[in-house]
């Protein structure tokens, strides 16, 4: 113990002033951009639980204040958010469980050396990712297949991600040693069992980065729905944010009996907060349970191979 000590007191007296002020810049940087990131977040959430009269007077800075939860109450009452809710959680785990399988069938045989022409398949695939057919093609193919206004029209069109495929390809390459899958062959396991008894397990890393990747850009996708859905009871929670954020239709949400046109533009102003924080929160909630595996997935999965 004593030598550990005196190691740590040899290590903190070799410390240069220039390390001292690399330290001091590089800590003073960070936090700088912490404040810089935290601090919408902070006010967002303040001002959605705040009198909406502080946020018009701009006396609103970081904390709440007068305590109030009208917007959220006008929020879960509006039965389109509910209802755009409800349809984006479905579109979110229904696409993402199907991206994640498609991607882990692409990647783990463009993976495997005994796949002939992998090569040759790979730049296809990435070819894909310079060239498409475009919007309006699109858009006649998933008329021609009777999609449109449906589920389906918003999550077979980007099933899966090349881009994503390549680095899940080039972590099994790369994180995965050939001789445990040529064991397990020798054992007697097809490659089936190989992918989902030996490769999968070892692979939550980057199975967690596909799925906070997919899940993201499903929860925040809109467009998709604004090209091929018509029937708002299929609308996406984005989409309806869209419709109260950008159109307007936020009068909709206020109770008309209120007494003045005063309380009505407050309410509204409540409510365009409140809406931001229940359209992020999911997300905000999912990432640190990801968090672990994302940073080290995301960099074996892109920079190696």
């Known amino acids: 113990m004593r030598r550990a000590y005196g190691n740590r007191r040899e290590q903190n007296v070799k410390q240069t002033q220039g390390d001292r002020i690399f330290d001091f810049i590089n800590i003073s940087l960070l936090l700088s951009i912490a404040a810089l990131v935290l601090y919408p977040l902070i006010f967002v ?7 909406p009269i502080h946020i018009v007077s701009g006396d609103l800075w970081l904390w709440p204040k007068e305590l109030t939860f009208v917007g959220y109450k006008r929020i879960f009452e509006n039965k389109d958010i509910m209802n755009g809710y409800g349809n984006t959680i479905l579109y979110t785990i229904v696409g993402t469980a199907l991206n ?6 692409a990647a783990y045989p463009l993976s495997r050396r005994d796949l002939k022409g992998r090569n040759l398949i790979t ?5 894909t990712m310079f060239f498409s057919g475009g919007l309006i093609p699109t858009y006649l193919l998933m008329k021609n297949l009777h999609l449109l206004n449906s589920m389906w029209a918003l999550i077979l069109p980007s099933a899966i991600s090349v881009y ?6 080039s972590f099994f390459q790369n994180s995965i040693p050939n001789e445990m899958q040529e064991a397990a062959s020798i054992d007697g396991c097809d490659n089936f069992r190989i992918l989902t008894r030996v490769v999968l397990p070892l692979s939550m890393p980057i199975i967690a980065v596909m799925i906070l990747f997919y899940a993201v850009s499903h929860w925040n996708a809109f467009f998709s729905a604004l090209i091929y859905l018509s029937d708002r009871d299929k609308y996406p929670l984005q989409l309806v944010l869209r419709e109260i954020l950008i159109q307007g239709q936020m009068q909709d949400m206020v109770d008309m009996t209120d007494d003045t046109l005063v309380k009505k533009m407050m309410e509204v102003e409540a409510i365009k907060y409140g809406v931001v924080v229940v359209a992020n929160l999911p997300v905000l909630i999912l990432y640190p349970f990801l968090q672990r595996y994302f940073v080290k997935g995301i960099m074996i999965g892109a920079l190696k191979g």
């Open 45 to 51: 959430l303040s001002a959605s639980i705040s009198n």
């Open 100 to 105: 994640l399988v498609l991607t882990i069938c």
């Open 123 to 127: 730049a296809l695939i990435v070819f």
């Open 164 to 169: 994503n495929v390549v680095i899940m390809r």
